[in-house]
């Protein structure tokens, strides 16, 4: 079965990474992870992700200071989904210039539809 595209997981929170990352592989993406934003950013300048699922607030490299960094790499560049709690304010989000928002807690099926509203429906869909 060919890929529906590559999808980044950026979170400090290891069982949200395995949880995306299985789901996602089942559904037929092809997943690579990152625990900070500092190692997202060399993990996406070798693997070239379609989108990327961030968390905003990690240890190490915020997502804020992921996105600046990202944002001078050499095009083509993924969608930047920034996954956030529910309780972060919301005032934050308008200092991380994402493509999209989702709050955690997700349903496995609106992040599926975030993706896919990003990188279109599986064929057949």
């Known amino acids: 079965m060919a890929s529906r595209g590559r999808v980044m997981i950026v979170d400090d929170d ?3 990474r ?3 990352d299985v789901f996602l592989t089942g559904e037929g993406f092809e997943v ?3 625990d900070n934003g500092a190692i997202a950013l060399e993990v996406a300048r070798e693997s070239h992700p379609d989108i990327i ?3 905003g607030f990690m240890p190490v490299m915020s997502g804020r200071d992921f996105l600046v960094a990202y944002k001078v790499l050499p095009e083509p560049r993924a969608s930047v989904v920034l996954l ?3 309780s972060d304010s919301t005032d934050s989000f308008d200092l991380i210039p994402a493509d999209g928002y989702l709050a955690k807690p997700f349903s496995l099926q609106d992040l599926l539809e975030v ?3 990003r990188l279109g429906p599986a064929l057949g869909d």
Request: proline share 0%.
């Open 14 to 16: 290891e069982s949200i």
């Open 18 to 20: 395995e949880v995306v």
């Open 32 to 34: 690579v992870t990152a």
């Open 53 to 55: 699922l961030l968390d």
């Open 84 to 86: 956030t709690a529910a």
């Open 115 to 117: 993706v896919e509203r």
